[in-house]
């Protein structure tokens, strides 16, 4: 009987993950990561009054942020027992949890509460983020890339609205009273339920791939793929941290620093979209190439350049730095074989450890060089990165 059931289950995820690009599924996963993201995004708008609440100091207010990324260091463990109980469910149950936790922390009565609410979000962020593109791969049909660009652009536009909309709830409902507006996390995970009901994504026989297995089986793309995110990683970090103290730096406008950082993010928001797209008619590694050798050159410019021209080149800058996340997802998906979501746990879990790192190294770069420096030398680490693109599979 047991096997009885297994067989019918394997046969409805083949008939599931055939080649029709799902549209409407695609843009229901993308909203979901948008309102998914809002919720994981309160944290820094609300740190000032929770600091103010708890009288937290300053390392206890930092530590804040690194206790809800601690479960991105699971991220492959994450993605194994997705992988074995359902992809679906955890996706499902992400938006709701997060929503529910994230909207707490307002009536977190002391600095312990706040810890468990905030680890139980970057939980609940692992669970969504880590098996969700395995989801997006099985209902793109032969345009991944496009169905990555469209799920990711979910994510970027959060980035930039989720701060607003945090201050505004709390401006209408108070700090200790924004806790119903949870209500969207539950509804979307309700939503997505009835969305994705007779959508069932399993795994064919994930339990005969280990954690070390997966990772032989994808080290071949996943140890390039880490060598570009290093190289990247440099660029994004000196521009996504620092670009307003920067800009406040040279003009003396700390408004327009944060302008920039706004022309920043929607020129990533713009690159992100496209990118997939592109990547599924010209090839994943042609779509890399050009971003990787647009990038160092137009933060080259950024920081040469005095005239208004400069925010033409930001544009760019932000345009193929941030493009090339969804062309990456894509790669990992292509090429995963029997467990699909700790693949991508694994490319998740090295993108964080890098990011993490390279922001500390960013800064104090800065400390020791200047600003202006750090920029310069960032795009020139950028360039290594370009030929570890030819250590990439070839496109298929």
Same mark, same amino acid.
């Given at each position: ?5 297994? +067989? ?20 229901? #996963? ?44 699971? +991220? ?38 706040? #810890?468990?609410? #905030? ?72 939503? #997505? ?52 103290? %920067? ?63 400069? %925010? ?85």
């Amino acid at each position: 009987m047991i096997s009885e059931n297994t +067989n019918s289950t394997k046969i409805k995820e083949q008939s599931s993950a055939s080649g029709q690009y799902k549209g409407g599924l695609i843009l229901a #996963l993308s909203f979901t990561h948008f309102l998914h993201d809002i919720y994981s995004s309160f944290l820094a708008p609300l740190l000032p009054l929770l600091i103010k609440k708890l009288s937290m100091s300053l390392s206890e207010a930092g530590f804040l942020s690194t206790v809800m990324q601690i479960p991105a260091l699971l +991220n492959p463990y994450i993605g194994k027992i997705a992988d074995r109980v359902s992809v679906r469910l955890f996706i499902v149950l992400a938006p709701g949890l997060t929503g529910a936790s994230m909207s707490l922390i307002g009536i977190a009565p002391n600095y312990a509460v706040l #810890l468990v609410l #905030l680890l139980v979000a970057g939980i609940s962020v692992s669970l969504f983020h880590v098996p969700a593109p395995v989801m997006v791969s099985r209902v793109s049909g032969t345009k991944m890339g496009r169905g990555m660009s469209y799920f990711m652009t979910g994510g970027e536009l959060a980035r930039t609205l989720g701060p607003l909309a945090a201050v505004g709830a709390v401006s209408v409902f108070g700090l200790e009273g924004f806790y119903p507006v949870m209500i969207v996390g539950l509804a979307a995970s309700g939503w #997505l339920f009835l969305k994705f009901r007779d959508v069932s994504i399993t795994i064919e026989n994930p339990e005969d791939t280990s954690i070390r297995k997966t990772w032989r089986e994808m080290r071949f793309i996943l140890l390039p793929l880490a060598g570009i995110l290093v190289a990247r990683g440099f660029m994004h970090a000196s521009m996504a941290a620092f670009l307003p103290t %920067f800009i406040k730096e040279e003009t003396g406008n700390l408004w327009l620093g944060g302008t920039a950082l706004t022309l920043f993010e929607f020129s990533g928001v713009v690159g992100v979209m496209s990118a997939g797209s592109l990547s599924d008619h010209f090839g994943r590694r042609k779509v890399l190439l050009v971003s990787l050798l647009a990038a160092p050159f137009m933060l080259f410019l950024f920081v040469w350049l005095r005239s208004w021209l400069r %925010f033409i080149a930001l544009m760019f800058t932000g345009l193929s730095i941030l493009s090339t996340t969804p062309v990456m997802l894509a790669l990992v998906q292509e090429h995963a074989k029997g467990s699909p979501s700790a693949a991508n746990g694994f490319f998740m879990m090295i993108s964080f450890l890098a990011r993490s790192a390279i922001v500390v190294v960013v800064g104090f770069l800065g400390d020791l060089v200047g600003l202006r420096n750090t920029y310069l030398i960032s795009s020139f680490l950028g360039v290594l990165g370009i030929p570890l693109i030819f250590a990439l599979p070839k496109d298929k």
